[in-house]
């Protein structure tokens, strides 16, 4: 009895000890902080202790040249800088470089670059470490994952301490876009060097703010920048704390838990709205969700067919349904936020249309396929296939949708051998290049990123005419061509544009959300 | 006691290597593209191929296999391509959270478990056992994501009482751990029950009620010491199934465990993330289980190791 009475006693006491050791990281208190006051010029401006911002998912890698998923590059584009950067409607801004030239050649583009700027870990910003930047990002032993964003550069040359020159293979229209992904940011060669594999650990960049902290699966603290070029932000520091279950986000924020939720369900933001202490921010992104027709396979090879497809499905009723009304119907294989987009036409409901096509092209007794989704991939995927099946029955055609874990999906896709898949594109340099060459251009079929098996001679050659044209106005005439054709073609049941929804407290301003789903806080500040 | 303890360990080793070769083998197997998905859904296949190629995955399964065995051998979980990072700091940092989360559950379980057993045993037939039985099919009923949300919504929106998500301190255990607990508690309780009743019908119970002892001995000192054996038995498979199963409750609140960790890791393919993770599970189950069979000898001297 006493043996039992002691090794209880012990187990007890152990189970306590364990329990009690727990993490060390202290929580943040729910109650509101309070903002010390500088000042900065005339203006009297409130310093904010933290930002405390729900994101849904674990980061994967700081080092930008690394790293492909957007969640992660979104924390990217707060540590690094780039040459040029984005504005919330994707327009080119000076960022690291003030001024930039192109040569009559069309292939050499000269930056002029901002002196006095100094990475976080002191070492001093320049030329050289531009050409150090990205010579890395290219290197076949880096083997990053969005070297195809970099891939036109063929050279770079230090003309001078603060001038780089950088000249690519073909005369490249969508450059500075590309400049302004988070692939192209700045990494310290000094930083880099002292590290090496451990540099993830580090990352060390220009930008507003600086890496503090990563408990992975849990949080990312990230402190303001004081030397940072345009002056350090109004928040002393970023606490990113991970919580994928998005109902859990909805209700911290409901609870005052936090300043800042991404990615919230478009079934939350109603609510969330009608409590008056939470603002939300949503608008179109530059993701475009559609149905890929495989134009290899019987009937979809066929223009009628895939026309008559669009015809049947009424696309305000399922971003009524299925979206809350929180997605725009598409008029254009792009998004409006797009660079290159242009509002062609939408294809109206209409069943008896939709009969008629099909019975011109043969197929009056209808005919059966079979749709392929990833679940919980996109927003609704499931739901919105399934709106669309029982759309498409009305017109006579039979659909059979498959569900598919997403990275299963992505081998499949790849055999090319489907009927037609529920995809999202989001083009990552927010301009139609990206948008339309990997989906549309013929050289780009599967394993390739073209999952309708589109080819169109004139349609190819306009995509590369867009890609490798410098002029704007030439590009857009270019494009908007091409996606006449394409909307005429129909490759695709052209759905909807998403838009991405974040809440943010009501004291909370200056948050920045580029429609490539990247969130800046560099002139956020709390009323 | 040296040589039992000795046989079990080898035994634990075997079951770790069974386990590695299991996991690599049908995580190889499944459908997806490891390389894919780390490059992302708009890399280009010369990409994706140099990524291959960077992470050793274009060479023959065989060789692999062969250098994850010795890589084990030497400490070495591998590399994380997804995070940059060996995958042992990785499941280093998840390990710890996920044990608290389950010992801390396993308490609640107990405390809630044993007492609800031994109160149906002793009342058998009663008002009381059926209320206790009760209870104890409601708590293997209900869904964990079902209860963690109710408990949310009740106890930290409407009364802001203790927080939900991620680890701040003590009281964020609470809520995860009754949410685990009250499931692992129905069966420890139903278990003790049906191990009570066993024993309290045995014929020492009647001496030692004949000899005057007071009720509460008879039961805490006497019936429930010789029920304890198939009471540790069911604790232990409990721990178990609640290492495995804690990956909803991690997700619902944000608890930074390796159940979670595994998930995700499977979801973007970072296969040495997964191994890992089901290689320290095993092994903690492991260890539990030999703990377990060591208790016995502690519970009940009648058990020879020789």
Redesign the interface.
């Known amino acids: 009895m006493k043996k039992i009475f002691v090794l209880t006693a012990v187990v007890i006491a152990s189970l306590l000890c364990v329990a009690s050791c727990g993490s060390s990281q202290t929580g943040q208190s729910t109650e509101a902080q309070q903002p010390a006051e500088i000042q900065q010029g005339d203006a009297q401006i409130q310093v904010a202790d933290q930002l405390v911002i729900l994101i849904g998912a674990n980061a994967s890698t700081f080092d930008p040249h690394k790293c492909s998923d957007s969640n992660t590059e979104m924390l990217n584009k707060n540590i690094y800088s780039g040459l040029v950067q984005f504005d919330k409607e994707l327009s080119i801004l000076p960022d690291l470089a003030y001024e930039w030239l192109l040569a009559d050649d069309d292939l050499t583009w000269t930056f002029r670059l901002r002196e006095g700027v100094t990475f976080h870990d002191g070492s001093a910003f320049n030329a050289q470490s531009v050409k150090f930047s990205f010579e890395r990002a290219l290197a076949e032993e880096t083997a990053s994952p969005r070297r195809y964003v970099l891939e036109s550069i063929s050279e770079i040359n230090v003309l001078s301490d603060y001038e780089v020159q950088i000249v690519t293979s073909y005369p490249n229209g969508a450059f500075l876009q590309q400049m302004a992904h988070p692939v192209a940011g700045i990494v310290s060669q000094a930083a880099v060097d002292a590290y090496g594999e451990d540099y993830v650990s580090h990352p060390t960049g220009c930008g507003p703010f600086k890496f503090v902290e990563w408990s992975v699966g849990e949080r990312v603290v990230l402190e303001r920048n004081m030397n940072y070029y345009n002056g350090a932000p109004m928040v002393e520091k970023l606490i990113f704390n991970v919580v994928p279950d998005d109902t859990t986000r909805s209700l911290l924020m409901q609870s005052g838990e936090a300043d800042v939720a991404l990615r919230l369900p478009s079934s939350d933001v109603q609510r969330l709205e009608k409590t008056g202490l939470i603002n939300v921010i949503s608008d179109n992104s530059v993701m475009t969700m559609f149905v890929a027709m495989n134009g290899t396979k019987p009937a979809l090879d066929d223009v009628r067919v895939r026309q008559a497809m669009n015809y049947a499905i009424d696309k305000e009723a399922i971003i009524s349904q299925a979206l809350n009304g929180m997605a725009t119907v598409a008029d254009c294989p792009m998004s409006p936020v797009t660079w290159g987009y242009n509002s062609i036409f939408t294809y109206e409901h209409n069943v008896e249309k939709a009969k008629a096509l099909l019975a011109e092209a043969g197929y009056a007794d209808g005919l059966e396929l079979t749709l392929q989704t990833a679940v919980g991939r996109y927003l609704q995927d499931v739901q919105v296939c399934q709106i669309m099946q029982e759309m498409w029955a009305k017109a006579g055609i039979t659909v059979h949708i498959e569900q598919w874990e997403y990275q299963a999906l992505q081998s499949e896709m790849k055999k090319g051998e489907f009927d037609m898949l529920l995809l999202g594109w989001s083009p990552s340099t927010g301009e139609a290049n990206q948008a339309l060459y990997p989906t549309l251009h013929s050289s780009q079929w599967p394993p390739n990123y073209n999952r309708a098996h589109y080819a169109n001679e004139t349609v190819d050659s306009l995509l590369l005419k867009g890609q490798q044209t410098i002029d704007p106005d030439e590009r857009m005439a270019a494009y908007k061509e091409a996606e006449t054709i394409i909307m005429d073609e129909a490759p695709w049941v052209f759905l909807y544009y998403v838009q991405d929804a974040i809440a943010t407290g009501s004291n909370v301003e200056g948050v920045i959300v580029l429609p490539t789903e990247h969130i800046l806080f560099k002139d956020v500040f709390i009323k | 006691m040296l040589k039992y303890f000795l046989k079990k360990l080898g035994m634990v080793l075997i079951v770790l290597i069974g386990a590695a070769t299991c996991s690599f083998v049908v995580l190889h197997a499944?459908?997806?593209?490891t390389a894919?998905?780390?490059?992302?859904?708009?890399?280009?296949?010369?990409?994706?191929e140099?990524?291959r190629?960077?992470m050793g995955l274009d060479k023959p399964l065989t060789e692999q296999y062969k250098s994850y065995i010795i890589g084990l051998c030497h400490g070495n979980l591998g590399f994380s391509?997804?995070?940059?990072?060996p995958v042992w700091d990785?499941v280093a940092?998840?390990w710890p959270?996920t044990?608290?989360l389950a010992?801390?559950s396993m308490?609640v379980a107990i405390l809630l478990g044993i007492p609800l057993g031994v109160l149906a045993a002793v009342k058998r037939g009663r008002v009381a056992d059926t209320i206790s039985m009760v209870i104890a099919f409601i708590g293997i009923s209900m869904p964990s994501f079902w209860l963690a949300?109710l408990l949310?919504?009740l106890f930290?929106?409407n009364l802001?009482l203790v927080?939900?998500?991620?680890?701040?301190?003590?009281q964020?255990?609470i809520l995860p751990s009754v949410t685990l607990g009250v499931h692992a508690a129905a069966s420890i309780a139903r278990m003790t029950r049906t191990g009570m009743l066993e024993v309290l019908g045995q014929d020492y119970i009647r001496t030692a009620r004949g000899k005057g002892l007071q009720e509460s001995r008879v039961v805490f000192?006497h019936a429930l010491?010789n029920a304890a054996i198939s009471i540790v038995t069911i604790i232990g498979l409990q721990f178990g199934i609640l290492l495995g199963g804690q990956v909803v409750t991690e997700?619902?609140?944000?608890w930074?465990?390796i159940g979670?960790?595994i998930v995700?890791a499977l979801?973007?393919?970072d296969l040495q993330i997964v191994q890992g993770g089901i290689l320290i599970l095993a092994c903690t189950f492991a260890v539990i289980n030999l703990l377990t069979d060591l208790l016995y000898g502690?519970l009940d001297p009648r058990i020879r190791y020789n």
């Open positions: 499944i459908p997806g593209d894919q998905a780390i490059a992302g859904p708009q890399a280009t296949m010369e990409d994706v140099r990524l190629a960077s391509y997804h995070n940059g990072k990785l940092a998840a959270n044990m608290r010992l801390s308490l949300l949310i919504l930290c929106v802001n927080p939900f998500y991620g680890i701040q301190g003590w964020s255990y000192l010491r997700t619902i609140f944000s930074p465990g979670r960790m995700d979801n973007s393919r502690i």
